[in-house]
């Protein structure tokens, strides 16, 4: 797991996780200046894959975090799970 709290293990991760078979789950520190180098095999298959749990306050997070996929020419793809009881929707919604 990518949290910033373990500085050494998390380059190792980071190094492994564009490989082919691999799931790395990431809190937002993965969002910006993080680099996952996708293998051939990963790039042909179509390329990272990004799944967003929760939306933040700031869209500003969630583009970084969708930015993650498809950098650099890269394939890649993106998407959000959302439930309309989540505390953004409910806090932020129209009545």
């Known amino acids: 797991m990518l949290n910033a709290r373990q500085d050494l293990s998390e380059a190792e991760i980071v190094r492994h996780a564009g490989q082919s078979?691999?799931?790395?789950?990431?809190?937002n520190m993965a969002g910006r200046?993080?680099?996952?180098?996708?293998s051939p095999e990963v790039?042909?298959?179509g390329g990272l894959h990004v799944i967003l749990?929760?939306?933040?306050?700031a869209a500003?997070?969630?583009r970084q975090l969708f930015g993650r996929a498809?950098?650099?020419g890269d394939p890649?793809?993106?998407e959000?799970?959302?439930a309309l009881d989540d505390e953004l929707f409910t806090a932020h919604a129209p009545r």
């Open 53 to 57: 749990s929760e939306y933040h306050e």
């Open 33 to 38: 200046g993080t680099d996952i180098v996708l």
């Open 70 to 72: 498809g950098r650099q």
């Open 43 to 45: 790039r042909a298959v």
């Open 60 to 62: 500003r997070i969630d």
């Open 80 to 82: 959000a799970l959302a």
């Open 76 to 78: 890649g793809s993106c």
């Open 21 to 27: 078979g691999r799931i790395t789950v990431a809190t």
